[in-house]
Nanobody, 115 residues
């Protein structure tokens, strides 16, 4: 059983920054592709950013140039650095991976961008 635990969410003003962290309980973290998703009220969950086991990255168009995904294999942690935050970035952010064709999700961390 793989467990993912997110942290780092909170309330921030427009233009501010936050860094989300996701710790993964597995000895095989370095081989996992990892993703950050978000779900705003009344909307479907959407992919925000993804990083492969070889650290290739891709981003949703809405966050390109503002968000950066990274990983630290020694700490079994994936990060999402979010800069220039906008009110439309308000959502619950989830960490995700898949192994043996099974998806795993964290419990989510709330990000609220408001003045």
């Amino acid at each position: 059983q793989v467990q993912l635990v997110e942290s780092g969410g909170g309330l921030v003003q427009p233009g501010g920054s936050l860094r989300l962290s996701c710790v993964v309980s597995t000895n095989f973290f370095s081989s996992y592709n990892m993703g950050w998703y978000r779900q705003a009220p009344g909307k479907q969950r959407e992919l925000v950013a993804r990083i492969t086991s070889t650290s290739s990255t891709n981003y949703a168009d809405s966050v390109k140039g503002r968000f950066t995904i990274s990983r630290d294999n020694a700490k079994k942690t994936v990060y999402l650095q979010m800069n220039s935050l906008k009110p439309e970035d308000t959502a619950v952010y989830y960490c995700n991976t898949a192994t043996n064709f099974l998806p795993y999700w964290g419990q989510g961390t709330q990000v609220t961008v408001s003045s």
